[in-house]
């Protein structure tokens, strides 16, 4: 299993991403390996975010979930909350999975 980053013609932007989120990355990445499946980046410092959105600052991930079943994106969210300090916020969402380093 392999960590990609999402293709498409406007690419996934990771130039300014903060080293908390590769820690973030490598974790996922041991995850998504125990369902035997690829992980997939689609959104890193790009994408259309809100005007405070971490993603504008490096510091806020989206992973894929269309590989894995409703269950299955529920449990590897668990999984990477667990696996993360408490300075993280992981969020299951419709069709991803967002993770980001806000100590608060």
Known sequence: MALYLKRDPRGTRVKGIK???IVAMMVM??????????CVVTSCTDGQHG??????FGYALDFRTRNLTDIEATEVAGKLAARLS????????EDHIHVEFDPR
Request: net charge negative; glycine share 4%.
């Open 86 to 93: 408490k300075e993280y916020q992981v969020v299951r969402e």
């Open 29 to 38: 990445l041991g995850i998504y390996t125990e369902y035997q499946c690829d």
């Open 51 to 56: 005007e405070h959105s971490l993603h504008l």
């Open 19 to 21: 080293p908390e989120m």
